[in-house]
């Protein structure tokens, strides 16, 4: 995982820039360099020779965090994770007011507004990605570890090349899976969450992972969700079902094999929904059967769902665990939408 730094301050050992790259509840992160240490730091320089000279910080605020075991269980998740499609933690400098994280840089932007910028946009481009993407699903749920929170604010590029990397980033919601244990907690994104996550029931699988990677291909091949409604209610009741289709005219040009992947990793049976490496394994995904037809309307749509999106990201927040978790632990409200 790096260098774990239990006292002294980050400062010595990097130089943060004051431009802001993101902000979130308790973090915000920023840019920053590698500084070269004194002759008498020998050891920690060559320690550090495998670290990139720039780097992004999260530094974290301990005082707005409600529960800093929540913290330590995303490090103790991302430092154990080293993939190429996944975002790496170099180390961790813990202090007395902040936990500073240093992680892999990444500038090539979220996965949407890379599709956007494309000259042309085509199904191989969308296998190609889902290939990438399950790959790092493949090594995580190898690992026993469960993402929870996939959307394409999740999905970013490496930097601006042809042939950049796409990396899963962002791991607070991630758990590690033990024999027999059951998640129980009501997380994600709405439009993204799984099923049986709003089932309530306990959920003791990676397929949730791979419902929320049906939705992003879906997203992909047409620029709209699957399931889209203003209300969480009326948005549940369709997750709960499975209600969605593949409307003309988008959806007249895509190939039998993408729809018959978007079915199969949409599946409300966890069990039979498809697994990372089978995602791999598709003939589609290898680009066997995938079309090679321009996509324009797909790069138009999905322009307009950026803007919706990042327009409610910035007038709402993220949406995520408490009010979906509200929701559920509502009787009324829920026996109302299962009885539709």
Known sequence: MGLFKKSGGINKFWEIHPEVLGTGNFAVVKKASKKQ?????????????????VVAVKIIDKSKVEDMN?????????????????IALYEIFDE?????????????????????????????????????FCSGLSYMHAKKIVH???????????????????????????????KGDMMKTACGTPGYVAPEILQNKGYDSSAVDMWSA?????????????FYEEELPALFDQILKARYDFPSPWWDEISEGAKGLVRQLLSLDPKKRRTADQV????????????DINLAGVQGGLRKYNATRKMKKVAQGIIAKNRIAKLLNDPERMAAIAAN
């Not at 929540?70 to 991302?78: A, C, F, G, V």
């Not at 590029?157 to 990396?167: F, M, T």
């Not at 049906?214 to 699957?226: A, D, E, K, S």
């Open 214 to 226: 049906g939705v992003i291909l879906y997203i992909m091949l047409c620029g709209f969700p699957p």
């Open 280 to 291: 791999l394994a598709d003939d589609w995904v290898c680009s066997k059967c995938a079309s």
């Open 148 to 178: 929870r929170d996939l959307k394409p604010e999740n999905l970013l590029y490496q930097d601006n090349s042809a042939d950049a990397n796409l990396k899963i980033a962002d791991f607070g919601l991630a758990r590690t899976l033990s």
């Open 70 to 86: 929540d913290i330590s269980r995303e490090i103790e998740i991302m430092g154990g994770l080293k993939h190429p499609n996944i």
């Open 37 to 53: 240490l004194k002759e008498k730091d020998k050891d920690a320089n060559e320690n550090r020779q495998s670290m990139p000279d």
């Open 96 to 132: 007395t007011k902040k936990m500073n994280l240093v992680m892999e840089l990444v500038t090539g932007g979220e996965l949407f507004d890379k599709i956007v910028s494309l000259g042309s946009y085509t199904e191989k481009d969308a296998a190609q990605v889902m290939a990438q």
